[in-house]
């Protein structure tokens, strides 16, 4: 009765695994709605590949990453003094396990005040322009830290955007404030977390900078990155024959032509739009794809559901948990209860049940 995403559990974690292989260090990202999966899924799958840190987007997800996962949580959203990160400072139980984000010079001095013994890394400012220090804050956090000998660095971070080309220059200027930093000694200061590398682009990396040590936060390209391990369906909740002229649906509105509607799971609630996704991300693209083929010859919406290969438009917009789908005369009618194959966006896609085989 769900919108379900199934696993192919040997080929899957097969993936996994070598990916885990092919980045030393690696940081799996376990964060938002688990990237489709479920965070509690990932927290355990974490635990399973045998790294000692993940990545958790907020504050808020630390508890559910907690209990499942026993390394260390290096917290994406940067540190502030205020809101639910002071909650997470303050948990002992929890401190020795907890890696904030520092973005800004203020909140160095606020977190050390506060905890002067806390694991942290300095995010610098990257292209992405979203947080982090400027490079002359991150000086002047290094100088701060001469201050604090208890407080725990764990290195910098950066977040890169992704790949419009190379970020091998970004890189190499990035790196180059923080070896001018003078951060206090340890193990800390050759340290850089990073995100959206190419393998090749970390491999040049750690040639030109043998003393650092380099971490990649991965989430798609780990949890997602066979696509051919994850397919999502929905169920056939019910089937109807309209003719031409027949009213269905909240609206009203009148059936184009003969053919069946149905029910299928799967609304709003789980995160099935109006409009299909499409892989296009810009604006552009979007308008095109609306002006392209939004609406179909019937004034349908085309959906994200299709039966026998065959991509099958909405008969009106999704409901919250339910979708109704028009299928013209003469094609094949699914029976109820049969499954039909869905194509989602996994970051904000909401399924019932993950199926793992
Ligand atoms: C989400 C996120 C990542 C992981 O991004 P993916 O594209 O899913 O690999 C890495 N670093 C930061 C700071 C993030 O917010």
């Avoid at 400027?134 to 701060?144: T, Y």
């Avoid at 001469?146 to 660095?153: D, I, N, Q, S």
């Avoid at 109006?274 to 939004?294: F, S």
């Amino acid at each position: 009765m769900s919108l379900t995403l199934h696993v192919a559990g040997d080929r899957w974690r097969a993936h996994l695994r070598s990916v885990a292989e092919r980045h030393p260090g690696l940081v799996p990202v376990c964060k938002g709605n688990g990237y489709g999966l479920g965070l509690a899924r990932l927290a355990r799958k974490a635990q399973w590949l045998g790294v000692d840190a993940v990545a958790v987007g907020t504050y808020a997800e630390v508890g559910e990453i907690a209990t499942r996962f026993d390394g260390s949580m290096v917290v994406l959203t940067p540190w502030r003094p205020f809101g639910p990160a002071l909650d997470v400072t303050d948990d002992d139980a929890l401190a020795d396990r907890i890696v904030h984000t520092v973005s800004r010079v203020e909140d160095l001095d606020a977190l050390l005040a506060r905890r002067p013994d806390a694991r942290f890394v300095l995010e610098r400012l990257t292209s992405m322009q979203r947080h982090g220090l400027a490079a002359r804050e991150l000086w002047a956090a290094a100088r701060a830290l001469h201050e604090h000998p208890r407080a725990r660095l764990e290195g910098v971070a950066m977040h890169l955007p992704l790949a419009q080309g190379s970020h091998l220059s970004q890189m190499q200027r990035l790196m180059t404030d923080v070896v001018g930093a003078e951060l206090p000694e340890g193990p800390g200061a050759r340290t850089v977390w990073v995100s959206h590398l190419t393998d090749a682009e970390l491999e040049t990396l750690r040639g030109e900078y043998p003393d650092f040590v380099l971490r990649p936060r991965i989430g798609t390209a780990l949890w997602l990155g066979d696509r051919e391990a994850l397919t999502v369906t929905a169920t056939v909740l019910d089937v109807h024959a309209v003719e031409r002229g027949d009213a269905f649906g909240y609206r009203g509105r009148t059936a184009p032509k003969a053919g069946h509607l149905l029910v299928v799971s799967g609304g709003t609630a789980h995160g099935i739009g109006l409009e299909a996704p499409t892989g296009e991300l810009d604006l552009r693209g979007r308008a095109g794809t609306l002006a392209r083929g939004g609406l179909d010859a019937l004034g349908f919406v085309r959906s994200p559901f299709s039966i026998d290969g065959k991509q099958r438009l909405f008969a009106e917009p999704p409901h919250m948990q339910a979708s109704m789908l028009f299928v013209p005369a003469g094609a094949r009618v699914p029976a109820v209860g049969e499954r039909i194959d869905v194509r989602v966006r996994f970051t904000t896609t909401r399924v019932d049940a993950v199926e793992i085989d």
